[in-house]
Structures are given as structure tokens and as C-alpha cells.
């Protein structure tokens, strides 16, 4: 979602001139944000999630699917109910949904109107919610156009992939990329033009991304694209790298849709925890829901869009990067402000950050001054490195000690795989925590699914003090893991062996001679989320455990039992991810010539198929459990049994 | 010399020395390894209680009540089961009478009864008692486990405080037979899923723990348990479980 004040976009010279001055004034909102709410306690528990989708025209009579640019046409729509309480003076409208624009010109993001509560009724009432919100894009899309829940559209920036028709331009405009058009970009908000322009100026250069190409029998090897034809100057053939698949704009990645999870903490204490605990489940969830394993109407040899999305947001520059001698810039920086956590924020996690953390050491200090903690005021100090990317003129100067602005400039421009959210000022809204890798799956079912089982994790974390901690370099390396073809059922992550023993201060001098090295293994995805016997529990059947003390109603009790065994059977591999599905589909259909491009054709048939899928017309069993229900019969049989919602 | 009744406390079982042992064990296995342990800890002051003061109530295992350390009454939800094997008034109100003792509190939010036999004319002293608590507010509400419809519809017509709750087996919580969920609606009654076996503790299981805890006051052939309670309290508004934990009580026979 991000920053959608309204305002005048100052051009990039002008944003890069007042980035202290935006830090500087962050900072002071953060203290000043710090001080008021840092002792607020007992909030109950409310969450909520958000489903970004992607707007699909099909035209039957020659077989072509492209990405529909109708999100400027639905969107006020869209938005209108919300827009009407607002100017009847009603901040808070009891509305079903909320909908916010998105990059592309093909995306829209929905909410729910409300959190979601305690109660574990209202957790059977997410996928009800969900399928609302499809139900109530779809009547304001004209016939032939549908929306899915799909984590990237396969042929972007395939030629013709609009529609409307659009073109690219390489030479002026915004992305200057040789596939993705300007038109594609969402036109309505200055956010997101203005963010791909800063960053593109910032770094000096267009988007930069080499994505690792699925090698098939018959793709050519080495895999070397020529660009000159399309108007590369030589940018693109110094760039791309042999065997990827190399793409230019900043719309590649941030036109990719995810499913993120927010829930209000109890306090600033539970919120670090629960930050630090969930940062380790980053990488296994991402894992698991994988469901982009194609970009540029090639397969790839990653099954998510994270690799693409963290260089296509990346505005760092040569020196930044370490490829030159540090001269103008501050820092040598080592990941893309869009990418993995970089710290524990939580006192017993410290021992934990074993990577360096780069700060803004003076920014540290006014925090330390202000009484700040350590780790809580690194965290800060190291998400203020960056730069802002985008400002509006009537944001410049504001009020520290009730506007946030400058603050949530920067912490809404370092997209990391979760996010520690203050609370706003003046409301009554408290600490939260936003978990932020999963990728949208393809029905309701499985998004609130995977929706549901974060917050029930946190509840069992909660209830048995689990400790789930490992080296922030090991979560560092699963992620690594996480994002390779077939990761979730052939990959090792690093997991704890005991969780269930609380965190304790480790000798100093662990650091130096390798991290509690026996507190981890490497465990498969089954392992960890099934467990194996008598040697480790599994956060499965934990939370099955939990759930017997929540006396919950045969409604709910069905679907949260539902909800885990989809879980269970995706983490033990018997089905499919997203990803290896569609690599299935792809590989399997006539019009596949084993040589990794996925045709006009086969893309039609995909996106047909995932529409009819997300409309629950057709059921794929590989991929979910929604429609089947194994009962014992009163003789003990296994009976498979249809279930209708 | 023997005791006469001993009422053993397991305290909250979710701390995780317990949780490493007993983490997915069914819930048999669960109840049998916690009464266990609760009875071993306390066999030197079971011991001494024998030798200064038999023929009287002892409790022991973990009695303190750690329930109100961070939260106050109103923010927990409290749900106790009662697995009645000694079908009498008396029976009923030790069990009730002990947990309010044991775990500090002068209400519980729900208690779920559990009786060998559903038939209402068996058990209809019980839940007479059980309504005189309701009314006096000790029980927030009260209800029965595991009724079928019938049973179910008895219990109602006859009962003057309404059973809120009928616990059904998690097995069939996705086949519930249509009359049972129109008349809880109508009704206002609650479905509650639970996993528990008919009978929780076997009287192998019964003389397996006393034996185990080697207690010479305690001879398993003049045992007998005459009820059991499983309680939790969750915290409302953050679904976080705080606590679970068993009592039993253990009758010598005379």
C-alpha cells in the first residue's frame, strides 16, 4: 500500500536535497512517537490481511490473455463508499472492504473494512470476506475481464501484453525500459511514477534485474538474448547476464502480487517478540507459498517473485552496490531497501544479530540521547540509511510532535519481510506487526488459509513461550534457500531444534566461535511444520494443541481443522505449491517446445485455468483440499466426503 | 492408614518441561503423565498427611494459582470439565466446591459435564445441583458432552436453568447431523468441539498411576476416582492461552 498522501511530487534534485532533512524530522517523529505509546498496554488482539490482484482481459476468439489496465476505471468504484463517509466527516465507516491502488495499472489491493478480532468465529469469517471482495471486483469488470489472485502475470513485458495496447519506451518516460510501457504504470496517484522515476535517477540506471533461467532440454544453452533490436544502446547487453532472464523496469517486480498479514500487538514488548519470532518463519512461509515461476513469458529457476521485486525496487547506486570506490555516496550497502530483515528487535534476540548492521550512527545517537533503546533505535537508525524517494511539497515542513510523515516516508519505503509499525498518532490503534513474504494463492480458501495459520502461530508462540530464535545469517541463507525451483519440498532450511525451551543468554563468546551452533539443524519443510516423532513437535500439531483450549464451535472448529490440513499436506509435498504446479502446466502442455518460453498459448490456457480455479468453477486437487473432507464412517472407513460452504 | 479423599491439582500443565514430554500425546496419555507427576511431587507431604491426619481431605500437587499474575478475573475466560464418574449430588458439588478452591475464583465462565450414562433420569440429581450454582452465579453457563439429540432434547425440557453448550466429538465436526444444528439454533445453544474419549481414565490407568507413585497410604484396590476436572482459562481478548491443568479426586474405600 505505502504512503498515499495527496500532494505535488517534488522532482528527484529537489527529494535529494531535503533527504536529511526528512531524516532528520523522522527521527524526532519516531521519539516523539516512542515516548507517547511506548507504555500503552493491553491491546486486544486485531489483525487483518490484504490481497493485492491483477487485472486479466481474455480474448477467446484468438486465445490471448494480457493484463487489463482497468484499474483506474474500478477503482474510484472501488473506493467510492469510503470516499462518501469521509466527506460526511466519518474517519472510520463500518464498510466491508477498503481498496487501495497498487503500481501497475493492472493491480488493485483490498482489505477487510474491519480487523478481525480475538475470537476465533470471527477466523472462520476471513475466506467469506475474501470471496466478497473477488466477488465485488469481478461486477465492475466488463465481460472478458476477470480478476485472479496470481503472485505475477507470466508474460509481462511480453510483446502485446495489455490491453489496452501500449508500448514501451526506451528512450524517455519513466521506466526508459525496452518491455514495460509507462501506460502500465498505475496513472492516478503520483506515488508510484514518481518512486520508478527517483529511483531510476538515484541509482543513475533502469532497474537491474538477472533472474536465473529454467534450463529445459531444448533451451538454448548458453541463453544469450540480443536487445539491439528492440533499441538497447548497450545498457541492456552489459546488464544481462547469460542464462537469466534479465529484466529493466521497476513494474516487473513491484507489479507482483503478495499477501500480507498485520495484527496489533498487546504492547511494544509483545510486538518486538512477536517481530523476532515470525522474522524466522519468513523464508519457510515464502517457501510455501511460492507462485511465480514465470517472468518475461520464460520459466524461471525461482518459484517466487521475491529475487525480482528486491532488485526491481532496488535504488542503490555503483558505489552503494560496492562496484565503485566509494566517493559520493555514504554508505557501501549490501541489500536492495527492498529485501530480507536485518536485525532482532528484541533484548534476548540481540545475541542473534550475527551480520553487521548498517546504521546512521549520528541518527543513533539522537535516539540513544532520547532514551531510545539499543536495539530498538539500531533498527531505526538502520532503516534511515536510505534515502526518501519520493516527497510532495506540501509534506516538507511538518509539526515533529504530531505528524509522521517523514517518519513513514522511510518506513514505508524499506520493503523488508516484515515491518514494525508504531501506531499512528491520536488514535486507537497500538503496536503492530506486519508479516509481509507470502505470495497470493489462487483461491480464497488457500489465502485465508495461510492468512489464518500466521495468526494462529502467533497465538501458540504466545501461549508456550515458543523460541524459535536461530542466527539472523542462518534466516539469511534459508531465504536463499526459499527462493529455488521446488524449495518447499527439496529444500533444507535452517530450523531450532528446541523451541520449546525459552531464549537464555548465550557465553559472549559463542559469537566468535560460531553461534550456538548446536541449537540448529537443517530440517525439510515437513519436519518442521509436521514434526517428527519424539524428536521434535512440529508447529502443527502445536497449534492443534492450542486450539483443544479455545472451545471452539463445530463452524470454526471445521474450518481452522481444514485450514491445517492444507497446511500440513503443502509442507509434507503431497500438494503441489503454486509454482510447481504451474511449472507442471506449463511443461505438460502441447504447445511447450522444452525449451523454457511460455507461449501466447500455453499463457492463455494458464490464466483460463487459474481464473476458473479462483472462481471455485473448477477444483484442482493437487494444489488445495478445499472440496474434500476425509471422515471415518462408524465402521472406521476412510470416507471422502464433499464439503459445501 | 488410609486417607479418605485426596484431591490432586496438576497446576497449569503449559509450561514447557511438561509441553517437551508431552506434545502430541493424545489426550489420555496427556491426563494419565500429568496425574502422575502431580502425585509423585507430592508424595512426601502425602506421606506425612497420612501419618498426622488420616480420614480427612488432602490436596496436593501444584495448588498454587498462578491465573491472576498478569491478568484480572474479567479478562480470562474460564472453562472447566467435569468427568463424573461417581454419578451423585455429592460428587458434583466436591468437584465443583474443590475447583473454585484450587484455582481461587469465585465463578467459572463455562462448566461442561461429563456423565457415564445420558439418559436424564441417571443424572438428574446432578444437574439439579449444577442449576443451583448457576443460579447462585458461581457458573456462568452450563452444559453436557457428547448428548445425542434426543438425550439432548430430554436434558432441555426438563432442565429449568438450559444447558448453552453440547460438546460434540471433533470427528464428526464437519458431518453434524442437520436436526442437532437447527435445534441448537433455535435454541441458542452452542456446538463445542472437543476430542476427549468417552472415559478418561480407565481403572487400569487409575491403579497404573497410584502405583507408580508408590504412595503405601494409597492402596490401588481401595481406590476409586470419583470425578475429574480438566480446566483452561484463555485471555479474551488476546486468545492466548494462560493455563491447563487437571484435578482429580481419590476416594478410599472405608
Not at chain 1, 113 to 125: I, K, L, M, T, V
Not at chain 1, 608 to 637: A, D, F, Y
Not at chain 2, 44 to 73: I, M, N, V
Request: with cysteine; net charge negative; glycine share 4%.
Amino acid at each position: 500500500m505505502g504512503l498515499l498522501t495527496e500532494g505535488t511530487p517534488l522532482s528527484w534534485e529537489e527529494t535529494k536535497k531535503y533527504a536529511d532533512h526528512v531524516r532528520r524530522h523522522g527521527i524526532r517523529q519516531f521519539i516523539a512517537l516512542h515516548d507517547g505509546l511506548k507504555d500503552r498496554k493491553n491491546d486486544g488482539l486485531k489483525w487483518g490481511e490484504e490481497i493485492e490482484y491483477i487485472l486479466v482481459h481474455f480474448d477467446d476468439a484468438n486465445r490471448r490473455a494480457r493484463v487489463a489496465l482497468r484499474a483506474v476505471d474500478i477503482l474510484p468504484k472501488l473506493m467510492q463508499a469510503e470516499k462518501e463517509a469521509a466527506m460526511n466527516g466519518d474517519e472510520h465507516p463500518s464498510l466491508p472492504s477498503l481498496w487501495r491502488p497498487e503500481y501497475a495499472a493492472y493491480m488493485v489491493e483490498g482489505t477487510p473494512g474491519q480487523p478481525y478480532g480475538s475470537e476465533p468465529s470471527d477466523w472462520s469469517e476471513v475466506e467469506a470476506n475474501m470471496r466478497a471482495r473477488r466477488k465485488e471486483v469481478q461486477a465492475l469488470l466488463p465481460e472478458g475481464e476477470a480478476v485472479l489472485s496470481i503472485s505475477a502475470f507470466p508474460r509481462t513485458g511480453c510483446s502485446d501484453f495489455t490491453f489496452p495496447p501500449s508500448v514501451p519506451t526506451p528512450k524517455d518516460g519513466i521506466s526508459r525500459s525496452l518491455w514495460f510501457p509507462d501506460a502500465a504504470i498505475f496513472p492516478d496517484h503520483p506515488r508510484f511514477s514518481t518512486l520508478n522515476r527517483n529511483a531510476v535517477q538515484r541509482s543513475g540506471q533502469r532497474a537491474l534485474i538477472n533472474l536465473p533461467l529454467f534450463k529445459d532440454e531444448r533451451t538454448p544453452s548458453p541463453f544469450h538474448e540480443d536487445f539491439s533490436a528492440l533499441g538497447d544502446e548497450g545498457e541492456a547487453k552489459a546488464a544481462a547476464k547469460d542464462d537469466h532472464i534479465y529484466m529493466d523496469a521497476m513494474g516487473f517486480g513491484t507489479g507482483c502480487c503478495c499477501l500480507q498479514v498485520t495484527f496489533q500487538a498487546s504492547d511494544l514488548e509483545e510486538a518486538r517478540l512477536l517481530y523476532d519470532e515470525l522474522l524466522v518463519l519468513c523464508p519457510l512461509m515464502l517457501s510455501l507459498t511460492s507462485a511465480a515461476p514465470i517472468f518475461r513469458g520464460m520459466l524461471s529457476d525461482h518459484d517466487c517473485r521475491w529475487e525480482v521485486i528486491s532488485c526491481a525496487s532496488d535504488d542503490r547506486t555503483a558505489e552503494e552496490k560496492g562496484l565503485q570506490p566509494l566517493k559520493n555516496d555514504r554508505y557501501r550497502i549490501p541489500k536492495s531497501r527492498y529485501d530480507s530483515v536485518d536485525c532482532y528487535i528484541s533484548p534476548l534476540s540481540e545475541q542473534y544479530n550475527d551480520t553487521e548492521l548498517l546504521v546512521d550512527e549520528d541518527l543513533l545517537k539522537v535516539m540513544l540521547d532520547a532514551g531510545i533503546d539499543r536495539q530498538l533505535a539500531r533498527h531505526v537508525a538502520h532503516l534511515f540509511i536510505r534515502d526518501p524517494l519520493s516527497l510532495f511539497a506540501e509534506q516538507v515542513n511538518q509539526d515533529d510532535e504530531h505528524g509522521t510523515d517523514h517518519f513513514e516516508n522511510l518506513q514505508s519505503t524499506n520493503w523488508q519481510t516484515m515491518r514494525f509499525k508504531p501506531p499512528p498518532p491520536n488514535s486507537s490503534i497500538g503496536w503492530r506487526v506486519e508479516f509481509r513474504p507470502m505470495e497470493t494463492q489462487l483461491t480464497d480458501f488457500e489465502n485465508a488459509a495461510f492468512s489464518v495459520f500466521i495468526v494462529l502461530l502467533t497465538r501458540v508462540i504466545l501461549t508456550y513461550k515458543l523460541n524459535l530464535l536461530i542466527p539472523l545469517s542462518k534466516v539469511d541463507e534459508n531465504m536463499q534457500q526459499a527462493m529455488k525451483r521446488d524449495s518447499a519440498k527439496e529444500g533444507r532450511f535452517y530450523f531450532r531444534k528446541d523451541i520449546l525451551t525459552g531464549p537464555t543468554t548465550r557465553p559472549f563468546y559463542e559469537k566468535w566461535f560460531g553461534l550456538g551452533k548446536h541449537e540448529y539443524t537443517k530440517m525439510s519443510l515437513n519436519d518442521i511444520f509436521n514434526g517428527v516423532e519424539n524428536e521434535f513437535p512440529g508447529l502443527i500439531p502445536l497449534v492443534e494443541d492450542y486450539l483443544k483450549d479455545l472451545h471452539l464451535d463445530v463452524h470454526t472448529s471445521c474450518t481452522l481443522h481444514r485450514y491445517l490440513r492444507f497446511i500440513s499436506l503443502k509442507a509434507s509435498g503431497e500438494l503441489q505449491t503454486t509454482a510447481s504446479w504451474m511449472r507442471d502446466f506449463v511443461r505438460s502442455h502441447p504447445d511447450y517446445k522444452q525449451d523454457s518460453v511460455v507461449s501466447e498459448e500455453i499463457n492463455y490456457d494458464l490464466m483460463k485455468t487459474c481464473q476458473k480455479i479462483g472462481n471455485e468453477e473448477i477444483q484442482e486437487p493437487k494444489l488445495s483440499t478445499q472440496h474434500e473432507v476425509m471422515r471415518k464412517n462408524s465402521k472406521g472407513e476412510g470416507v471422502k466426503q464433499i464439503f459445501c460452504l | 492408614m488410609p486417607l479418605s479423599e485426596i484431591i490432586v491439582n496438576t497446576g497449569n500443565i503449559l509450561n514447557s518441561e511438561h509441553l517437551k514430554k508431552r506434545v502430541n500425546l493424545g489426550p489420555q496419555e496427556e491426563l494419565v503423565d500429568s496425574l502422575r507427576e502431580a502425585l509423585k511431587s507430592s508424595a512426601a507431604e502425602l506421606k506425612k498427611g497420612a501419618a498426622d491426619k488420616p480420614d480427612s481431605r488432602w490436596a496436593c500437587g501444584d495448588t498454587t494459582s498462578d491465573l491472576f499474575a498478569e491478568e484480572s478475573r474479567e479478562e480470562l475466560k474460564i472453562t472447566v470439565k467435569i468427568f463424573l464418574m461417581d454419578v451423585t449430588k455429592e460428587s458434583l458439588i466436591s468437584a465443583v466446591n474443590e475447583t473454585l478452591r484450587q484455582l481461587q475464583v469465585n465463578t467459572l465462565d463455562l462448566l461442561l459435564l461429563s456423565v457415564p450414562s445420558n439418559n436424564y433420569d441417571q443424572f438428574k440429581e446432578v444437574w439439579a445441583a449444577l442449576e443451583g450454582y448457576a443460579k447462585s452465579g458461581a457458573l456462568e453457563s452450563i452444559g453436557v458432552s457428547d448428548f445425542d439429540l434426543a438425550e439432548f432434547d430430554k436434558l432441555y425440557e426438563a432442565a429449568s436453568v438450559k444447558p448453552s453448550v453440547n460438546q460434540v466429538n471433533l470427528e464428526s465436526c464437519c458431518v453434524i447431523p442437520p436436526e442437532l444444528s437447527d435445534f441448537a439454533k433455535k435454541n441458542n445453544v452452542q456446538l463445542l468441539t472437543h476430542n476427549d474419549p468417552r472415559t478418561m481414565l480407565e481403572p487400569e490407568s487409575v491403579a497404573d498411576i497410584l502405583k507408580s507413585a508408590d504412595l503405601a497410604c494409597l492402596e490401588p484396590e481401595t481406590c476409586t476416582v470419583a470425578w475429574l476436572v480438566r480446566y483452561s482459562a484463555m485471555v479474551k481478548l488476546r486468545g492466548v492461552v494462560k493455563s491447563r491443568g487437571f484435578i482429580f479426586s481419590i476416594h478410599q474405600k472405608k
